[in-house]
């Protein structure tokens, strides 16, 4: 059984490209190194320099509840301890005891391959595959096209004229 | 009467007038009804009709069996296909549950059916009908299998509804010429070419599981699965009965059914019964399970649960 595991710390997209024409990428240390951390951010508008945009919708939660402060390539639970970015369920698990629970015996998350783990291997999403750690909520979806069948023809509703 | 309508001097009465009408109609009626016969031949071949039904056939008459529907497939559908017949494991009886928090209605697990079993593509037909519901109630004649607009929406709750694999299935009970029966494994399976296409399971079945091929199925030949089941996704002919066999060619080979790996959000649980180490089993024994329509005596294997 495999669970899928994050590439690793992101990447941030400076905007330009190198002399290959292939976009330039850094580090979130590379800025962070020589910034001063604020543990009161909550919110991508409050900062003047990058992550504008970022759509944030996860409780009251700050920048530095999850990221590591010390270590902006890595993550930080709850009691201090650095945690990097591939074992974010370690991180998720912390708060969403219940769903860390129900998916460690396989009720919760997505999964393709086998059932019967003797036959063949597993695949298994981790925590952000679906949800986005910024904004966790699963997205409103378009629903794929409808039956055509008679029983799902609904009932039409009678003229308001009557 | 101060006045006839006929004179019996005219050699006709009304009554025989009426008669003749009736007669003609009745006639008219009759040929109508006779015409789709002059077009009908339902059969390939002769051995199509002469083939006895599944529980009967020899290894070798199923060899050949499967060998001649992949030959019929090429040759109407331009598609080359494997027909294999997986027996059911022992030890094993499968159950399904589903999350009804999580689902969010978007249809991916019926779309996924569609492709998977090589449903008729214009009807948009599949085995799953995703129901949306109204808090408040788990009628499921009341839910909306229609509906198309963003998902959840406001104060809707969303359940897909397939076979229940019922372990007292009433459309196995009705069916006059037993071509459905519920396998060891708990799959209740339909031998296509012994249905006669009554469509009295159809009636019977409470959860509308099962379907019936009005036409014969239209697939694009690229479009086609060509992994295939004799009792579940190879392609039905016209005039029978199908319905959700758990993707019994995909789950007898150890694999998760199509509906399964095609949901987006995780709402759904498959597993061996029988193997107390499950997640089937975990979830029996951890969740508030329920079935649907339970005072119906049906003991569906397929369970809905909500979270907290």
Known sequence: MTIQRPAGPPRVNTGTTNFHGRAVTVACGTCHATTQPNTRTHASAALIQFHQGLNYAHGELTCLSCHNPANYDTLRLA?????????????????????????QHGAHGGMTGYWDLSRGPRTRNNCINCHDPHSPKYPLARPVFPPRDRISVPVKAPAANH | MSQPATTPSEGITRRDLFKGIGATLGLAAYAKALAPLTEWKPFESVEDFLQKHYSELSAVDLEVVLKRIEKDTKKQYGADVQVSADRPQP????????????????????????????????????????????????????GNAHYDHPVPAKDKFYMPVQCQQCDHPPCVDVCPVEATWKEPDGIVVVDYNWCIGCRYCEAACPYHARRFNWTKPQIPAAEINPVQGYLSNRIR????????????????????????????????????????????????????????????????????????
């Open chain 1, 79 to 103: 009691d201090g301890r650095g945690v990097e970015f591939t074992d974010v369920m370690t991180l998720c698990g912390q708060c969403h005891g219940s769903q860390l629970r129900d998916y």
């Open chain 2, 91 to 142: 030890g094993v009886k499968f159950g399904y549950a589903l999350n009804l928090s999580i689902c969010i209605g978007c249809r991916k697990c019926a779309e996924a059916c569609h492709k998977e079993n090589n449903h008729d593509r214009p009807s948009h037909q599949s085995y799953i009908r995703v129901l949306e519901m109204s808090k408040g109630s788990l009628d499921l004649e009341k």
């Open chain 2, 237 to 308: 002919p016209q005039g029978v009965m199908e319905k959700c066999t758990f993707c019994l060619h995909r789950t007898r080979n150890g694999k998760l059914p199509a509906c399964l790996e095609a949901c987006p959000t995780g709402a759904r649980v498959f597993g061996n019964l029988l193997d107390p180490d499950s997640e089937i089993r975990w979830v029996l024994q951890n969740k508030r399970v329920f079935v649907l329509k339970e005072e119906l005596g049906t003991k569906p294997q397929f369970f809905y649960f909500f979270d907290a």
